[in-house]
């Protein structure tokens, strides 16, 4: 047991553990948001969740309340709603409805903030990069083991997202690829969607305090992306995501060591440098899309048509 | 494997894919109408797509709905499945609410509703139409992976199972959505357009496969946008533009007035009098 306190009691490896959570916790959701093309509500969502935790401190008093978790989440759904209605005047297009709705709810919290929260430690800086290198700071006590804060919390969300796609994976999946089907069939994929969206708003706040709504994003969208480069099968996307968010949360760390930066910064980086590998060899990517360009294919039998542009 | 590709409806046994239908699901005490839809109103932000629609399907036809640009025709489909809310009206499926009836229906949404870059295999696709059978959480197994291969065989299309989705043609990608319909073995199909963008090898394929399910006692209620086609391929027609114009058998509804009735006066038809097809 002491070997394992000592060996979380190294400030590296809670920071490099955290970033991977964080990781794998949002890039198992984010593969399906950007199948679904919704990848950039992650980023609304952990900018809004911040009224649902101002609203929870300002109710409770406390910046550490279970409270937290329903008002973010709660924050996030009305982000999504929000977002629905104003998409559903047939007006404003979805990308200009997350636009509208977002900052507006994380200005009402800044606004709040400042207004009733001035001393308190819910500084606007904190919510967007967060620093993960204080991570292992503030620990608490699990059994006979300290460990640090963010660290548990992470652990507990991971865990509910990996549950959460594993059972539902088949759920998920036919909501994504054919909402019309799944509603046919009696699956609610709306449900799901709203489900998957709550989530990803728990796993906001999670890591709001460690990562900060950057690195988050980056988590969200970078991995599922570059395994999609990578894979044509779903579940092999989930596994490469999760395997690259790792990656990010240790090459990140060593790269920030070695050149003195930003952790947070480098992890987010980091996820880019495997996002230009999958572009570059990826089965999808630029060298792979143009040597089949040069390698003349079999000649178009009857049934494949010109016209579907499918048919590589 | 082009002869295994065309004759995907003369070399078909029913036994196969229909093992429900040997405990009498069609028996007698079948209601009048496999789909019957009442009073059907419905509204887009405020518009009516739809008004006061009145349609019932006999069972054990091949019907159409065919109508101009707007007319409403598939989302008379999305209120028949729940998956729009209608402003007024009832729609029954044998008799009954489509909820209590899901599993004995087939719905085929049109091809381009879907993404077809989504990760996944043409066998994954038509196993998902096993998912209603499971219900929640229950994951696919041996069972159904076999049951999904034999409804890609029935359409010509086994050598394909395990193709990633956006390497097949437009018209492989139908047929793919079409052994999804056939592996829930239904006893109603509502098809989008089945025949939307499919080259003509696939077209006189799902013909044939359409002509078997009628054989096998199966309705197939299909959105069809070709006027040209209509009387060959179906047997039961309903016009429809935001009202029903006219339905019943294809013979009695397919005149020139009706047609100009749902189509307005400039609709001229090829055999019904000169040519020049659309308005």
Known sequence: ?312 | MAGRALGMGGGMEPAVIGARQADGTNGSHEPAFALHVEDLTATYSGDAVLWDVDLNVPPGVLAAIVGPNGAGKSTLLKCVIGAMRPAAGHVYVFGHPYRRQRHRVAYVPQRTSVDWDFPTTALDVVTMGLYGRLGWFRVPRRRETDEALQALALVGMDAYAERQISQLSGGQQQRVFLARALVQDADLYLMDEPFAGVDATTERAIVDLLKDLRARGKTVVAVHHDLQTVATYFDWLALLNVRLIAQGPVTEVYTPEHLRAAYGPRVVLLGVGGHAPQP
């Open chain 1, 1 to 312: 047991m002491t070997g394992l306190q000592g060996w979380l009691d190294q400030p590296g490896v809670t920071i490099v553990l955290v970033g991977a959570l964080v990781g794998v916790a949002a890039s198992l959701l984010g593969a399906f948001l950007v199948l679904r093309r919704e990848s950039m509500l992650s980023d609304a969502i952990s900018h809004s969740v911040l009224i649902g935790i101002v609203l929870a401190y300002l109710l409770t008093g406390a910046l550490d309340s279970p409270l937290h978790v329903v008002g973010a989440a709660l924050a996030g759904l009305l982000t999504v709603w929000l977002t629905d209605v104003l998409v559903r005047s047939r007006r404003v297009k979805s990308d200009a409805a997350i636009g509208l709705v977002f900052p507006a709810l994380f200005a009402v919290a800044v606004l709040l903030i400042n207004v009733y929260a001035r001393d308190v430690h819910l500084d606007t800086d904190a919510v967007l990069l967060g620093e993960i290198g204080f991570a292992w700071l503030d620990v608490v006590r699990v059994g006979p083991l300290e460990v640090a804060r963010s660290l548990l919390t992470m652990l507990v969300i991971t865990l509910v997202n990996l549950a959460f796609v594993v059972f539902l994976y088949k759920e998920l999946k036919l909501a994504t690829f054919d909402a019309m089907l799944a509603t046919a069939l009696g699956f609610r994929p709306g449900l799901v969607g709203y489900a998957l969206l709550a989530l990803v708003s728990v796993t906001a706040v999670g890591a709001f305090d460690a990562v900060g709504a950057i690195l988050f994003v980056a988590f969200v969208i970078v991995p599922p992306t570059a395994a999609y480069l990578v894979t044509d099968r779903l579940w092999r996307m989930l596994v490469l995501g999760c395997l690259v968010a790792v990656g990010s949360s240790v090459g990140g760390y060593a790269l920030a060591l070695s050149f003195d930066v930003s952790i947070g910064g480098a992890m987010a980086s980091t996820t880019g440098v495997f996002l230009l590998l999958a572009l570059i060899v990826g089965k999808h990517g630029i060298v792979a899309r143009a040597l089949r360009r040069r390698t003349p294919g079999p000649p178009p039998s009857i049934l494949r048509e010109r016209e579907t542009g499918g048919a590589p």
